[in-house]
C-alpha cells in the first residue's frame, strides 16, 4: 500500500539507546507499509519488537509480517478496536 511513493516525514530523527531505535518524526504519517524502515536502510525482521502509533492501517502490512499483534488503546480520537 503505498510502496515506492515519496513520504514526506517532516523533521526526522532516529534515535538509538542501546539496542533500541526510535523514530520520532513530525508528520501524521500512518504506518501502512514497511517504509518506516526500508527508507533508512533497515530491515524490520531485523527485530524483536515493533511498536508502532496506529490505529488501523498498519494492518494491512503487519498482520502478515509478524507474529502477534497486541492492541493498547490509547486516549486519542477513537478505540484501536
Avoid at 523533521?11 to 504506518?31: D, G, H, Q, R
Avoid at 536502510?41 to 507474529?67: I, N, P, Q, Y
Amino acid at each position: 500500500m503505498g510502496k515506492g511513493r515519496p513520504v514526506d516525514l517532516g523533521v526526522t530523527a532516529i534515535v538509538k539507546v542501546k539496542n533500541i531505535f526510535i523514530w520520532l518524526i513530525s508528520a501524521n504519517i500512518s504506518a501502512i507499509n514497511l517504509d518506516p524502515f526500508e527508507q533508512f536502510g533497515m530491515d524490520h525482521l531485523d527485530f524483536d519488537l515493533v511498536l508502532l502509533r496506529s490505529k488501523t492501517h498498519f494492518r494491512a502490512v503487519w498482520e502478515k509480517e509478524s507474529c502477534g499483534i497486541v492492541i493498547i488503546d490509547t486516549p486519542d480520537w477513537g478505540p484501536a478496536y
